[in-house]
């Protein structure tokens, strides 16, 4: 705790911890010169530094001073703090730090804050819907300085209507602070002055970005809009400009030499960085696996530019046709790719698996490699389940070792389906552009062989990476993905009792219930639905030090460690396993290991939001053109406001409002993922097949309305079909799915 704080200030002040011991044990609000005195701080550099400490937990919630000027535990005197989530309408809701009820925050108490903004809030009542209604005491930060919109002038004032809803209020922009902006531009406006109460924010136009219908804008406006780091700092630049294209001769001295062995890269077509490389032989009962990562943790060393802004990014954003990398192009494309037939530094995970697919050795290498070839995955399935003979003469010196992974990556499959990891087989699509850069088509991605292949190897080194890591109790970022709560099982096992389907597991089923169930229904024409509901069931995978475990993958320990070009918990799994293997200390703490959880989770869902929304953006764009025409489709969603459907063949989903469903009273049932008419008994549910029109197109919402032709497949008061497929936008994100890198890698 000492040293915590010494590396913090120039010397040590009470903890934070002291602190509201003594508040609690007073059990009263106390000022700050009593606090002063308790804790025993004296003169008035250390004062200086309390006031600091004191003012940090006000920021963060812990504490609050009342117009007494007397500081107080926040939680004692009813008020909450948490971060402000906007909507469109006006309201918004507090979303608390410490994960209680959200608080239901009013159009006039949004007045004073902007999505994203972390504020204090008191809680005053419950309003009409039972929810727990706040007033917001004060606004601890400010989550933005820019704010990305579209450029209006009403009545000879001039605003900036922000491109994202959450964001309710226009920012006025006043006369002389326009930035040479004109009428229906998208911008980038620097907020000057934050919204109170009685005042609208105001800002500066800082950046003219163009027209919103210009190719790329929508990938422009969403980096901006979700405030991800995109310009290198000079700082980045400098440091990055001083590697050389080839690795130092004296990078490689003391390193295990791994350059005889031949490891090759598997990717899809479009890859640009290559993070690893795989080698497999078999020897009498036993397997040898060596999975090879670029070692990105001798170049991109902790307090450097480069590592400040690699975390402030914390994964690269893979939009359609556009990367923002984690790492400047030196690295990503350049040093730490491995391409073939250069040297690369490598951290290695050389692995022994049984017959059986058990990992009974491993270690960890600190190499330098040579990969000896760079196959796509297209290729690799080609020679190895099609046998095309021009390939397998092309690839000789390394197809055995391809079909020495390709035996492997069976028995560890098997394994991984006996020990009962959940596997979803739900559509992924990608999109095909023109050269206008404007959607040409809409298609399903096929996963083969080469892909599972290459997962089964990335699986295999991230648990032994999270086992080394429990086993020396090094503080580091778990990949961790929790078990469904007690209410979703609830409504999951509701749901399955109607379809006479059943859960096994009691209250708390495991991975291999849900594999068992996935398995059973695979042949059952409404499987996708059945796996759509059980994906919607689980949370959403994090990372965090405190090591759960991950639910759907069936791991008691399991991180990421393959992928440090394009994510920052893998370069810190790295930096950790290498102070293992030099038996050094660990270089962080438990409480800074949290915090790094944390960001990089925030950072992995900001990519999430960016990418759906510019995605949602290009198939509104793309459907601009066939209004009026009808399509079958699939219900994807249920909501209490209508329904949402999935094209067949087209892969865009739209919404059927409620009130285009019918003149009848529709109820929804959130747990049957159905609404059903109160006269007419007709029922709409999730994975129903239908037929729509396209009605309307709105770019600036990125909402497609359709309205149905004819009568649902769904019989009156039935279920009808059962197919689903999942969708997009309020699907909760399983690890099962795959990362935007590329379809194959699959960010588990």
């Not at 704080?5 to 002040?13: A, H, S």
């Not at 020679?383 to 069976?410: F, K, S, T």
């Not at 950072?603 to 999430?608: P, Q, Y």
């Amino acid at each position: 705790m000492v040293q915590r704080e010494q590396e913090k200030y120039e010397f040590p002040v009470p903890s934070r911890e002291a602190i509201l011991a003594i508040l609690t044990e007073r059990n009263e609000p106390l000022s700050f010169q009593t606090l002063a005195d308790e804790l025993g701080v004296q003169g008035e550099r250390d004062e200086d530094a309390f006031s600091r400490r004191l003012r940090a937990m006000e920021r963060d919630g812990q504490i609050l001073k009342n117009r007494r000027d007397l500081y107080g535990i926040a939680r004692k005197m009813d008020m909450v703090s948490g971060r402000v989530s906007g909507h469109p309408d006006g309201f918004g809701f507090l979303i608390p730090d410490d994960k209680s009820e959200d608080v239901f925050l009013p159009p006039r108490e949004m007045r004073q804050v902007l999505h994203g903004d972390r504020a204090m809030v008191r809680v005053v009542g419950v309003d009409q819907r039972g929810r727990k209604e706040g007033v917001v005491v004060e606004v601890l930060e400010r989550a933005r300085a820019t704010v990305v919109g579209r450029y209006v002038t009403r009545n000879g004032m001039s605003f900036v209507v922000p491109e994202d809803k959450r964001i309710a209020q226009d920012i006025v922009i006043p006369r002389g602070d326009e930035g040479g902006a004109h009428e229906g531009k998208i911008v980038v406006v620097e907020i000057t002055a934050p919204p109170t109460s009685r005042t609208a924010p105001a800002g500066r136009v800082a950046e003219v970005l163009g027209d919103h219908m210009a190719p790329g804008m929508e990938i422009e406006v969403a980096v901006r809009a979700h405030d991800i780091p995109h310009v290198w700092p000079e700082a980045v630049s400098r440091e990055a400009a001083q590697f050389t294209p080839e690795v130092p001769a004296q990078a490689a001295q003391g390193r295990v030499d791994l350059r005889d062995v031949p490891l090759v890269t598997i990717d899809g077509e479009d890859a640009r960085d290559f993070d690893d490389a795989v080698f497999a032989e078999h020897t009498g009962h036993t397997w040898r696996l060596i999975v090879a990562i670029a070692d990105v943790s001798y170049y991109v060393k902790p307090a450097t530019a480069l590592d400040r802004e690699a975390y402030a990014r914390g994964n690269s954003v893979y939009f359609p046709q556009h990367v923002v990398p984690m790492l400047p192009e030196a690295l990503s494309n350049g040093l730490c790719s491995i391409n073939p037939h250069v040297d690369r530094l490598c951290m290695a995970c050389e692995m022994q698996i049984d017959d059986s697919g058990k990992i009974s050795q491993y270690r960890f290498l600190e190499a330098v490699m040579r990969s000896r070839a760079r196959l796509t995955y297209t290729k690799v399935a080609a020679m190895l389940v099609e046998q095309d003979a021009v390939l397998r003469r092309e690839y000789a010196d390394v197809l055995p070792h391809l079909e020495a992974l390709h035996e492997l990556y069976h028995i560890l499959h098997a394994a991984r389906m006996k020990r009962g990891a959940v596997d979803f087989e739900l559509p992924e699509t990608r999109i095909v552009f023109d050269e206008h850069r404007k959607i040409k088509s809409i298609l399903p991605v096929q996963r083969n062989d080469a892909h599972r292949l290459i997962e089964e190897c990335m699986l295999a080194a991230n648990v032994c990476a999270a086992e080394l890591l429990k086993k020396h109790k090094v503080p580091a970022p778990y990949r961790i993905h929790e078990g469904p709560t007690v209410e979703k099982l609830s409504n999951l096992r509701e749901f399955l009792t109607e379809i006479g389907l059943s859960l096994s597991g009691g209250a708390a089923p495991q991975a291999q219930h849900y594999s068992k169930l996935i398995k059973a229904v695979e042949q059952r024409p409404d499987s996708r639905l059945i796996q759509t509901v059980l994906l919607r069931s689980l949370s959403q995978a994090v990372y965090s030090p405190d090591n759960i475990g991950h639910f759907a993958l069936g791991y008691p320990n399991y991180t990421h460690f393959t992928s440090p070009i394009r994510r920052y918990p893998d370069l810190l799994v790295h930096r950790a396993i290498k102070n293992i293997i030099a038996r050094r200390p660990a270089e962080i703490t438990l409480e800074l290991a949290k915090q790094q959880g944390e960001h990089c989770s925030l950072t992995e869902r900001r990519a999430d939001e960016a990418t759906r929304e510019v995605s949602r953006w290009l198939k509104a764009e793309f459907m601009l053109d066939k209004i009026g025409e009808e399509f079958d489709g699939y219900i994807s969603g249920v909501t209490n406001f209508g329904i949402f459907v999935e094209l067949v063949e087209v892969y865009v989903d739209g919404l059927v409002h409620i009130t285009a469903l019918g003149n009848d009273y529709y109820h929804f049932d959130a747990a049957h993922h159905r609404l059903m008419g109160e006269r007419t008994r007709q029922i709409y549910r999730l994975g129903d097949k239908v037929r729509i029109r396209v009605a309307r197109v709105d770019l600036d919402e990125t909402k497609i309305d359709f309205e149905l032709v004819g009568s649902p497949a769904g019989k009156r008061g039935g279920t009808g079909p059962k197919r689903s497929s999942a969708n997009g936008k309020r699907t909760p994100k399983h690890d099962g799915r795959p990362s935007k890198k590329r379809s194959s890698k699959r960010r588990r």
